[in-house]
């Protein structure tokens, strides 16, 4: 397993800007950036970020980030990370493809867009529809359990399951199975199945009891764990026991979680949703959590 002093999740100006000062302090950046990366992409002209007097693109102010955090020596690796674990003194963060451990973490995905619109996951929420495997799993031990969603983080969701019970099915919600083929042949080979058919709704009285799909069939479940789409922030948060507020994180003035060595920065904490923003935030977090790594060390 590759070991950094700090991993980065995000490669949006948030990201970068951390990876930056954190690269820039001598300590081993490692920045995972998703496959497609921040939505700051699509931007065809930024006019209000510093420094720009005639404006720039967002593909063009991300490279030249990328170019920078870079030349310090961060690492950025075109990976999507699907969970946090915490370990003794260091954070395990896994990807599709990897692991990698980091003695801090700063949050900056953005914020996830993705939502199911199937009748009664609202209704259900805490009596069988959950959003964290790692919080709620335990609670499902030896049920008949499903997992919604169809890529990457679905998968790794389904296979974590497995540690509280053997009967598990990914609901794809009438898509087709896009997680990698390295997951797809480990939920083969553990018995994990897939419904690709759309789910019309979700039954049952005071818990959940089963999920209804569009040919009228019902297959029974006791838990449905969803996870649409990415990984986002309040999956993570949800995951270490971080505080969020709706889709944001909260952290305090520093740009902590609360959580040891974890930050967070950028959209996915909420506030206003600018380049300059995260930029701020970014450096900020990275400020303070260098200054929570020395203290570490020195302890």
Do not use: H, W
């Not at 959003?131 to 799993?137: F, K, M």
């Not at 058919?197 to 838990?223: C, N, Q, Y």
């Amino acid at each position: 397993m590759e070991r950094y002093d700090v991993i980065i999740i995000g490669g949006g100006p948030a990201g970068l800007s951390a990876g930056i000062y954190t690269a820039r302090a001598n300590k081993r950046t490692l920045i995972l950036d998703k496959p497609g990366g921040s939505t700051l992409l699509k931007v065809e002209e930024i006019e209000n970020y510093f420094g720009f007097p005639d404006g720039i693109t967002g593909k063009e102010l991300l490279e030249l980030g990328r170019k920078q955090a870079e030349k310090f020596g961060a690492v950025i690796v075109e990976e999507e990370a699907v969970a946090i674990k915490p370990g003794e003194e260091a954070y395990v963060v896994e990807t599709p493809a990897s692991e990698y451990e980091g003695r801090g973490i700063i949050i900056a995905t953005g914020v996830k867009r993705e939502r199911a619109n199937i009748k009664g996951l609202k209704e259900f929420e805490g009596r069988g529809v959950s959003y964290c495997v790692t919080c709620d799993g335990f609670f499902f031990r030896g049920a008949r359990v499903g997992v919604l969603g169809s890529g990457d983080y679905a998968a790794k969701e389904a296979l974590e399951l497995l540690s509280y019970t053997k009967d598990v099915c990914i609901f794809t919600n009438g898509e087709k199975l896009t997680a990698s083929q390295k997951l797809q042949q480990e939920l083969e080979a553990n018995g994990i199945s897939v419904v690709e058919d759309r789910v019309e709704e979700l039954l049952g009285g005071d818990t959940l009891e089963g999920v209804k799909l569009e040919d009228g069939s019902v297959r029974e479940v006791k838990g449905l764990f969803v996870a649409v789409g990415t990984s986002g922030a309040v999956d993570f948060a949800r995951s270490l026991g971080i505080m969020t507020e709706g889709s944001a994180i909260v952290v305090d003035s520093r740009q902590s979680t609360g959580v040891p060595r974890v930050y967070a920065a950028g959209d996915c904490t909420g506030g206003n949703r600018q380049v300059a923003v995260a930029v701020g935030e970014g450096a900020n977090a990275a400020l303070n959590l260098l200054g929570e790594l020395r203290k570490a060390k020195s302890g």
